[in-house]
């Protein structure tokens, strides 16, 4: 079971869009504090409330509930609308309007749930962290009533994406692609840069310390983590570290055995390169990852070969 939020405007066209499939795809399941008897009354009831809050630009709350196509024998009428309203209370969304749809129009069971963001007392219903809240609530629900675990975003069917959903996917795949291969930032940058998309980095303040990335592609902008939580900078750059490590251990191994070196005089110059490397300016934007991995790579030297 995965939720998805769409903030809106306009009840009239949600209702008419949760309404107008073709004769027998559509199937109103629920109404919770409002009287459903015509769809341009039921709009309107729910306009008339959201009146309350004139200043709230987007009262309209559309949320989609997708199941499993695996549990669709076990999901009746009966078993979504409990679903739904469990989810809808959970949510904080107990105590206002909202119009419970089913629709058959695809081969998974989903559910259309149009909802007030202004409660019946008049007061507007937070909206902070719903994602997060919804995502652990589906969670939730998804074991309680032993139904389908998702099997994340290489589940997705990609052809059925539209707008930004789709660019997101696009650059999940590129980056699932590309990381594999890159063993610095330069290489993870320039093969995201063959697929069209650019990435720029968030840094704190004034500084140069790196908070996050930002990924672009056909002029849609996403962070990381929006994208998926693999994508984040941390994630991202302790994979990159891992591939590093593993060239630089390959390589280690297909070094010929070097000649005998005087070694005071080698620790004295691998000292001195260190002392020069650390003098060089900091550059003004973002990382220079590789100048640091050369820095690491002298000072792995010199613990070695202070071991021997």
Known sequence: MIAKIIKGTNFSGVVSYMLSKEKGKAKVLA?????????????????LQASMRPNVQKPVCHTILSFSASDAERLTDDVMVKIANEYL?????GNTQSLIVRHSDRQHPHL????????????????????????KI???LTERYGLTLGKGKKAVNRHRLRGEDKLRYEIFDAIKTVLPQSK???????????????????TKGNTDVVQGNIFEKDRCSFSGSKIDRSCSFSRLNAAI??????????????????HPVDESN??????????????????????????????????????????I
């Open 31 to 47: 109404s919770n504090n409002i009287g459903f008897i015509d769809q341009n009354l039921c709009a309107d009831e729910f306009a």
């Open 89 to 93: 209370e959970k949510m904080g969304y």
């Open 112 to 135: 259309h749930i149009c909802i007030n963001r202004i409660g019946n007392d008049g007061k507007t219903i937070s909206d902070r962290n719903e994602k997060y809240r919804s995502t």
């Open 138 to 140: 589906c969670r939730e």
């Open 184 to 202: 610095n930032w330069k290489d993870f940058i320039t093969g995201l840069e063959q697929q069209g998309i650019t990435t720029r980095f968030k």
């Open 241 to 258: 570290e891992r591939n590093s490590h593993k060239q630089e251990q390959i390589n280690l191994q297909n070094e010929p055995m070097a």
């Open 266 to 307: 080698f620790i004295t110059d691998l000292s001195e390169a260190i002392c020069e490397v650390f003098s060089m300016p900091t550059p003004s934007k973002g990382v220079d990852v590789d100048e640091l991995r050369f820095q690491k790579k002298l000072r792995n030297r010199a613990n070695r070969k202070r071991r």
